[in-house]
């Protein structure tokens, strides 16, 4: 071989060595660049939030005793006043009906059975006269239906229909008696004492506490309900009859039950309000008033009070931002509440939020990639959380430029 022609060929063979690796990298390492896994796009998460609601602020009367709940919640809002346990007056007739009720249901809309009124019925009329108590006429061969035996014992308050109907479900008043005893028992109702039908007695007693648990459980009764909400009604025999209870309609006020005695009046009320997207049920008694307008003047402020504690709470709004993503090869997006979301919550709430998503490497605008949890009260609300836009997946040029990620 000539001189100077074997640098030529060891610089062929180098060229042809780097061609063939170059070769080799371009058909192994661009596939390999394309396929190999990517980084995930880094996040950024809302930190967790604890927040609290205003306190409510009750307004019980000062006089006598009073207690307020809520149908749904346990035990009472607030209470003022001794707690003992006091003359119940005519709200004893709500337990007369409950435990007549229990013996002889009615289905809603029914009139139940025809109950032939004789003698004894008109003979509790004269006992009633005789202690003052409130009545409705009655005589011998009059046929009443059960319904319109119980709306002439709560709607007037009627003191001898309370006995009849009691008598006629249960044949004596020892024996209801001893029925409306185990449905107090049955019921908690542990310092509520019962001693005749109509709370003539002063016997009759019970704590504001059990009166709004017994409220309650009168709500839940479909025929005792539509009842004590009735302002007038109008009965064969009797004629018109005229409630007791002159705040129904008022307020939102639809119920309970009045009871009068000689130094004091009673009521047994019930509410309805709309807070929020929520319907809110009151039930509250008062006890030991000087007089019923004196009661009632303060009624509405009671109902006011328990509707102002309640606070409708927005959780999440549509849109809101929990958390950035971001891409090493330029995507943006962030994951926001797919919803809005609100609880409507009593008084001091306490609230914690908490936001978690899944890592990606790129979504589409709607795709859900976490959630935010918020505990309320102990209990759990739970937002789904989406994409606002496109996060593109890593792009060919990138993973090329890339290949060690």
């Known amino acids: 071989m000539p001189r100077g022609e074997e640098p030529r060929y060891g610089l062929r063979r180098f060229v042809a060595a780097v061609s063939a690796t170059v070769i080799l990298l371009i058909g192994v390492g661009v596939p390999v660049s394309i396929v190999a896994p990517v980084p995930q796009a880094r996040a950024e998460v809302a930190q967790e939030q604890q927040r609290a609601t205003d306190p409510a602020a009750i307004r019980l009367p000062s006089f006598g005793s009073s207690a307020v709940g809520v149908v749904g919640m346990p035990g009472v809002l607030a209470k003022r006043g001794p707690q003992a346990p006091r003359q119940m007056a005519s709200i004893t007739k709500v337990i007369t009906m409950l435990v007549v009720l229990e013996k002889r249901p009615l289905a809603a809309g029914e009139d139940g059975p025809t109950i ?3 003698q004894r019925d008109v ?5 009633v006269i005789a202690a003052n108590g409130s009545w409705q006429p009655v005589q011998a061969g009059w046929r009443v239906s059960q319904r319109a035996a119980i709306e002439t014992t709560m709607i007037p308050s009627a003191n001898n229909y309370a006995e009849t109907l009691a008598v006629w479900a249960y044949g004596s008043v020892p024996a209801y008696l001893d029925a409306a005893r185990a449905f107090l028992k049955a019921n908690g109702l542990d310092d ?6 109509n709370g003539l007695s002063s016997g009759d007693r019970s704590t504001p506490t059990d009166l709004v648990d017994l409220g309650r459980i009168a709500l839940a009764n479909p025929v005792l309900a539509a009842t004590v909400r009735m302002a007038t009604a ?9 409630n007791t209870n002159q705040l129904l309609g008022t307020d939102g006020i639809d119920g309970l039950k009045t009871g009068t005695y000689d130094t004091g009046a009673n ?19 008062v006890l030991g008033a000087r007089d019923h307008p004196t009661l009632d003047a303060r009624v509405p402020a009671v109902v006011d009070s328990v509707v102002a504690g309640y606070h409708d709470l927005a959780l999440a709004k549509p849109g809101q931002v929990f958390a950035t993503y971001e891409t090493r090869w330029g995507g943006v997006g962030r ?3 797919a919803k809005a979301v609100s609880r ?7 609230v914690v939020r908490k936001a978690s998503v899944d890592p990606i490497t790129g979504g589409r605008k709607g795709e859900r990639v976490g959630e935010v949890t918020y505990s309320v009260d102990g209990s759990t609300v739970v937002v789904p959380l989406v994409l606002d836009r496109d996060v593109l997946a890593a792009p060919v040029w990138w993973r090329l430029t890339h290949p060690l990620r």
């Not at 003979?123 to 006992?127: A, E």
């Open 234 to 242: 109008d009965e064969p025999n009797v004629g018109a009859l005229e």
């Open 123 to 127: 003979g509790y009329l004269d006992q």
């Open 344 to 350: 409507v919550v009593w008084s001091r709430a306490r």
């Open 192 to 197: 509520t004492t019962v001693v005749d039908t």
């Open 267 to 285: 009521l047994l009320f019930s509410a309805t309000r709309r807070v929020g997207d929520r319907t809110v049920r009151i039930v509250g008694v």
């Open 335 to 337: 994951a926001v509440a």
């Open 116 to 118: 032939t009124l004789g």
